[in-house]
């Protein structure tokens, strides 16, 4: 008879480790998902208050994206370095035309004035910018 009881004591005792460990499972899978929940909460909590803000303060611009504020001073720097690209080119065209308006005598003959080149500023706007940009 204390065979038997004995072995009862030890299905139930397994049983119940069994059970433990199930109960283990299920605390760890609730505690990832509490964690989980949380971080919800969380981005949640930062979105309502980002609408909050549009809402009470609609006037208020949004800083620009740092790539906006570049490509904006990009634009910019480009749009000088064209105007310096052709500016220079005026200047070559103007010193070109001051030389040849002397012949091999050294009598003054009728001006040309040379074409813009467009290969040569372009090139020039690129080796500016390149050095801007580097």
């Given at each position: 008879m204390v065979l038997?009881?004995?072995r009862e004591l030890l299905a139930q005792t397994k049983?119940?480790?069994?059970?433990?460990?199930?109960?283990?499972?299920?605390?760890e899978n609730k505690d990832r998902e509490v964690e989980r929940l949380k971080d919800l909460c969380l981005r949640q909590r930062e979105e309502i208050r980002t609408l909050k803000d549009a809402?009470?303060?609609?006037?208020?611009?949004?800083?620009?994206?740092?790539?906006?504020r570049l490509r904006d001073e990009i634009s910019t720097l480009t749009d000088q370095i064209q105007c310096l690209a052709q500016e220079l080119a005026q200047?070559?065209?103007e010193k070109h035309s001051a030389r040849s308006c002397f012949d091999e005598d050294g009598y003054c003959s009728s001006p040309r004035t040379p074409g813009f080149n467009e290969e040569t500023s372009f090139s020039l706007i690129r080796e500016l910018m390149f050095r801007l940009l580097y």
């Open positions: 038997r009881s004995e049983a119940q480790e069994d059970e433990i460990a199930g109960l283990h499972l299920q605390l809402v009470l303060f609609p006037d208020a611009e949004p800083e620009p994206e740092p790539d906006r200047v070559k065209a």
